[in-house]
């Protein structure tokens, strides 16, 4: 098994471009999220999906977009890059039962200058 | 506000002591808490779960207590090793089962020195 893999691992935008991070994992999870890491501060949800066709909006959804159109992929979709979005990115899937643990893919470090 | 504290200062300990570190949260009761390790550069890694009505779990050399009544999770490593230096992550979760938001603190970044 993959994992969770994350494209693409760098990525530098200017202000106001629009682009997708890809997420996938090989796992057959339903729960799936989308994290931002800033320096001194913990991850902090954006976006999360409990199954195909489902997503809803996590502590800081503003200026990203999701769907989840088959149980394996999670793409987030930033309409118009702006300097504040620049983080990064996780996207993890995690268990329904057990340890509920996420396995995180290794990440998007994103720059918009 | 749900709020998670953990050392935000850099715990520098000896090769073969117990590192203790510290999760403090506010203004919920969570049903579980989870401990996530993160090296440089990657993705948190899953650690261990303790449930709201466990005082101590434990796996190899670590081990995690919760204390409801001070709301506060410790987390140790014993016989500690230069491979144990990463940042250590908590995150409660309010919910039992079914889909948590998770909220994680900043970390404690622990490095052990040979």
């Known amino acids: 098994n993959a994992g969770v893999t994350q494209t693409p691992k760098f990525q530098v935008l200017k202000t106001g471009q629009s682009m997708t991070l890809q997420c996938a994992q090989d796992?057959?999870?339903?729960?799936m999220s989308w994290y931002r890491q800033d320096p001194g501060m913990g991850l902090r949800l954006i976006h999360y999906?409990?199954?195909?066709?489902?997503?809803d909006q996590g502590e800081v959804p503003n200026g990203y977009n999701v769907s989840r159109s088959t149980t394996e992929d999670f793409p987030l979709r930033l309409l118009s890059a702006a300097p504040s979005q620049t983080s990064v990115y996780f996207c993890?899937?995690?268990?329904?039962?057990?340890?509920?643990?996420?396995?995180f893919g290794p990440g998007t470090r994103l720059t918009v200058t | 506000s749900q709020k998670i504290e953990q050392n935000s200062e850099a715990l520098n300990i000896q090769e073969g002591k117990t590192a203790t570190l510290t999760c403090n949260y506010t203004?919920?009761?969570?049903?579980?808490l989870q401990w996530y390790r993160q090296d440089p550069g990657r993705g948190p890694v899953f650690l261990l779960l303790?449930?709201?009505?466990?005082k101590e779990k434990r796996k190899e050399r670590l081990k995690v207590t919760f204390d409801t009544t001070l709301k506060q999770s410790l987390f140790h490593i014993t016989a500690s090793q230069p491979a144990d230096s990463a940042t250590y992550l908590c995150?409660?979760?309010?919910?039992?089962?079914?889909?948590?938001?998770?909220?994680f603190g900043a970390g404690t970044r622990l490095a052990v020195h040979p």
């Open positions: 993890a899937s995690s268990q329904e039962t057990g340890n509920y643990e996420q396995y």
């Open positions: 796992m057959n999870h339903e729960y």
């Open positions: 999906s409990v199954g195909a066709g489902i997503t």
């Open positions: 203004n919920y009761s969570p049903a579980y």
């Open positions: 303790i449930r709201e009505n466990e």
């Open positions: 995150a409660p979760a309010p919910f039992s089962g079914g889909y948590n938001k998770l909220i």
